[in-house]
Nanobody, 126 residues
């Protein structure tokens, strides 16, 4: 069974940056549709960014131009570079592997998930 382990969360002042990492136990999982999701306290989980085997990417509207999802050359680590963070970005960020090879926009909201990481806290203070 695939294992996903996130790292890189923390506390940062508004306007700052963080980079999240998600290490997968197998590169085969990374080359499916992969994504970052977040859940703020008292709110539903929402998809933040997706990337698939064709390197197509999709983003939540509120993070476009600020966040970048990518995969390393060894295809075992998923990243989320987050710039110009604001307090509304606060939440628990989790990476996920989906069963689909290719990503589609609806997967930001509803996907056929294969595995989840344990989550990492991101706190942005003003």
């Amino acid at each position: 069974q695939v294992q996903l382990v996130e790292s890189g969360g923390g506390s940062v002042e508004a306007g700052g940056s963080l980079r999240l990492s998600c290490a997968a136990s197998s590169s085969s999982y990374i080359r499916n549709c992969m994504g970052w999701f977040r859940q703020a306290s008292g709110k539903e989980r929402e998809g933040v960014a997706l990337i698939d085997s064709a390197d197509d990417t999709m983003y939540l509207d509120s993070v476009k131009g600020r966040f970048t999802i990518s995969v390393d050359n060894g295809e075992t680590t998923l990243y989320l570079q987050m710039n110009d963070l604001n307090p509304e970005d606060t939440g628990i960020y989790s990476c996920a592997a989906l069963r689909d090879e290719f990503c589609y926009p609806h997967m930001l909201h509803n996907g056929n998930f294969r595995a989840w990481g344990q989550g990492t806290q991101v706190t942005v203070f003003s």
